[in-house]
């Protein structure tokens, strides 16, 4: 049995349902997907690494070369006159090994109140201290205020990131 890598082609959106239905039929998948903090709490969680693409091992002697082109949401395996293109096992290991890396789970708000002090350690304020004033909806943002040109703090609004609590 000579089972390798192939790349698969699917439809646009319709990754999570082809997923799904090459589990049923018992094939080796290997569906990389990012984690994402989207906007909308009801959006997905994870998005896929290579949109509209998956990678499946199979024996394609054994199995067809069409095989693949009739399940729903698939265009097929990605070929080359005619031939389905083999993905190197080294290349499947390395993108394995480099979304653990990316998808590293991260950690949870930076647990700063109103009114507390905050060092800003990124960006084009690193160095100056602000005075934390609230989480922002969205992507991690906060908003600080800040005293660099004038005695009155102006509003800033910066990556979570880019502050740190001073303790």
């Known amino acids: 049995m000579l089972t390798k890598w192939y790349a698969l082609q ?21 569906y990389p997907t990012m984690n994402v903090k ?3 709490p009801r959006s997905a969680k994870q998005k896929p690494y290579f949109p509209g693409y998956m990678f499946i091992k199979a024996d394609i002697d054994l199995m067809g070369r069409n095989a693949f082109s009739w399940i729903p949401g698939t265009h097929g395996l990605v070929s080359f006159g005619g031939i389905p293109a083999i993905v190197p096992e080294e290349l499947i290991q390395k993108l394995r090994i ?16 109103c009114g507390e002090s905050v ?12 005075i934390f004033e609230r ?16 005695r009155h703090p102006q509003a800033v609004k ?4 880019y502050i740190e609590k001073v303790e």
Request: aromatic residues 6%; proline residues 4%; hydrophobic residues 45%.
């Open 119 to 130: 060092r800003i350690v990124d960006g084009p304020f690193a160095g100056f201290d602000a």
């Open 10 to 30: 699917i439809k646009p959106h319709k990754e999570r349902s082809v997923f799904e239905q090459l589990a049923e039929l018992d094939i080796h998948i290997f």
């Open 98 to 113: 480099e979304l653990e890396k990316i998808n590293v789970v991260q950690s949870e708000r930076l647990d700063v109140q």
């Open 135 to 150: 989480h922002l909806a969205g992507n991690e943002r906060v908003q600080v205020l800040l005293a660099f040109l004038s």
């Open 38 to 40: 989207p906007k909308n």
């Open 158 to 161: 910066l990556d979570e990131s």
